[in-house]
């Protein structure tokens, strides 16, 4: 996602990082019923699970939700016990099958992860808004990103509001309304039955529904033969009806983005991508084929079209493989970021690309963040602290560094590789590390470790030196050390005094200081000399 506002702080925790579970979630059929104003809301879940392991905890079902009010459970076609406390309900499973249905019917006011809200123009609106775990604040789940399933959504709302959710829409009928039981005046509001059915698995924290008065603007069928199984991956917006004016604006790039990320990374996975105008509290929600935006984007200048190829990428990225515990967001959110600087290469040109890469270097330069923590931060307990500057702008320049240090070829090759063995599953970085291995024939355990685990970069002094007599021209390169020393590949530039750029590529390793000839006989002193002339070292450089 997009961070849209600083202050952005939930007590919520990381939880434990070994996780053996009991149980493998593989689908949630979810009927939800809404009100035409409030909170309340009914819902019945059916989990079809899986059973892992038996014996002790193994034996009870645990499911998170938290604020509302359990009314049943069901085991199969039996009502069965439970305990409701602490935000967990706990089902026992006995002698259950090792495949089972397990049925929650709850009801409530919701607090959070369904956002309510009634507009300026007193429409009522619900939005899904489920990262990282707030799920479980509307739908009874194993409320973590290491256990995907496939999603059924039926909705049961006011037929002013339309309804989107993950995946392909099978249904949308208006349900017969019986008379106002409570007998008051007027007609009994229409209310529609809405279907939607994503059949690859995904996180909860990427389930969700919309259910508002928006109105759907066709960007039509994109990305022709790139989507999973063969055909075009179908686009579209929803906005309120007064923002319509902005489409397309950057959805005009809809089609180009996945048509160039599909072509890198393998095909688009879902049944079609929607793009909605919503109340999700982050700039850009990634949400599984149905990417939320915030309200106040479209109402302030519209969606850029960097934004829309951050959420885009994520399809890939974050949603299509899943980084399956939360100190690997960087897999998510990195690769967010570097791929829509990518998209900025191959529509805006080179300049733009390394005029991006320079601002994704300078914000984490000067963030206090990366200076204390590693890009993968097992300390951090408050989740959404984790949308920091390692996450996004220091993982998104260590795969550039990453580009640089196997070439092109092995770069892109592994980015795929990683994707088709990952695809509809779950990775942490060492499934990264060793796609990327195969694809370069490194060993990038040095590589990883050194970018990957260790706060900072390197803080590096160049100083050049000719030497008149000799026609040498040395480098020194000297390090502060302030995060320890580092290596790493430095390419240097100079013109010689009749105009002709020359490069070098040198090898630093972690030492205090590295002095190199970088050139020998030379008649006159260089014109120009520069260092890492293509920002390709995420690096404080100071050139004397
Ligand atoms: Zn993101």
Redesign the pocket.
């Known amino acids: 996602?997009?961070i849209a506002f600083a202050a952005l702080v939930l007590a919520t925790q990381l939880g434990a990082q070994q996780r053996k579970p009991s149980v493998d979630i593989l689908d949630y059929d979810l009927t939800i019923t809404l009100p035409d104003a409030g909170s309340t809301i009914d819902g019945v879940a059916i989990l079809t699970i899986r059973r892992l392991a038996r014996g002790g905890a193994n034996d009870t079902l645990a499911l998170d939700l938290l604020d509302l009010t359990v009314k049943s459970v069901r085991v199969g076609d039996r009502a069965a016990p439970f305990t409701h406390a602490g935000g967990v309900i706990r089902i026992p499973l006995g002698a259950t099958a090792d495949s089972a249905r397990v049925t929650v019917a709850y009801s409530g006011a919701v607090k959070d992860g369904l956002i309510v809200s009634t507009d300026s123009a007193g429409r009522w609106m619900a939005f899904g808004d489920n990262w990282p775990n707030r799920a479980r604040h509307w739908i009874p789940s194993v409320d973590h990103p290491s256990d995907k399933a496939t999603v059924t959504w039926t909705v049961i709302a006011p037929s002013e509001r339309k309804v989107i959710a993950n995946g392909t829409r099978l249904e949308e009928m208006t349900v017969p309304q019986k008379d106002d039981p409570d007998g008051h005046a007027g007609a009994p509001i229409a209310v529609t039955k809405t279907k939607w059915r994503e059949s690859k698995p995904i996180p909860t924290y990427l389930m969700v529904i919309a259910a508002a008065p928006l109105v759907e603007y066709p960007l039509g069928n994109t990305a022709c033969g790139l989507m999973e199984g063969g055909g075009c991956v179908p686009q579209m917006v929803y906005t309120l009806p007064e923002q319509r004016r902005i489409v397309p604006g950057a959805f005009a790039e809809a089609d180009s983005v996945v048509t160039f990320f599909a072509r890198m990374f393998g095909p688009f996975v879902y049944e079609k991508l929607a793009h909605l105008q919503s109340l999700t509290r982050?700039g850009?929600?990634?949400n599984a084929s149905a990417i939320f935006y915030s309200d106040r984007t479209f109402r302030t200048g519209g969606v850029s079209y960097g934004l829309l190829a951050?959420?885009t990428?994520?399809q890939w990225f974050?949603d299509a493989v899943t980084a399956r515990e939360w100190p690997h967001l960087w897999l998510?959110?990195g690769f967010?970021?570097y791929l829509a600087a990518l998209y900025t290469q191959k529509s805006r040109g080179d300049s733009a690309f390394l005029a991006e890469m320079s601002g994704v270097r300078t914000a984490v330069l000067g963030d206090a963040i990366v200076a204390q923590r590693p890009v993968i931060d097992t300390i951090e307990t408050i989740l959404t602290a984790l949308?920091n500057a390692n996450s996004?702008q220091k993982g998104g320049f260590v795969l550039h560094m990453l580009r640089e240090e196997i070439g092109d070829a092995a770069f892109f090759r592994g980015a795929r590789d990683y994707q088709d063995t990952f695809r509809h599953g779950t990775a942490l970085t060492d499934d990264l590390r060793a796609a990327m291995g195969r694809a370069s024939g490194k060993e990038l355990r040095p590589f990883f470790t050194q970018w990957l685990t260790r706060p900072g970069f390197p803080e590096i002094e160049s100083a050049w030196k000719y030497n008149a007599a000799t026609g040498q021209l040395t480098l020194t390169v000297t390090q502060s050390g302030k995060f320890g020393n580092f290596t790493f590949p430095l390419t240097v530039e100079f013109t010689d005094a009749g105009g002709t750029p020359h490069r070098s590529r040198l090898v630093i390793p972690a030492e205090r200081e590295s002095v190199f000839t970088v050139s020998a006989g030379l008649r006159a002193a260089p014109s120009r000399m520069r260092v890492d002339p293509d920002v390709a070292l995420l690096a404080r450089i100071t050139e004397r």
């Open positions: 996602m997009r982050f850009g929600m990634e951050h959420e990428a994520h974050g998510s959110e967010a970021t949308l996004y």
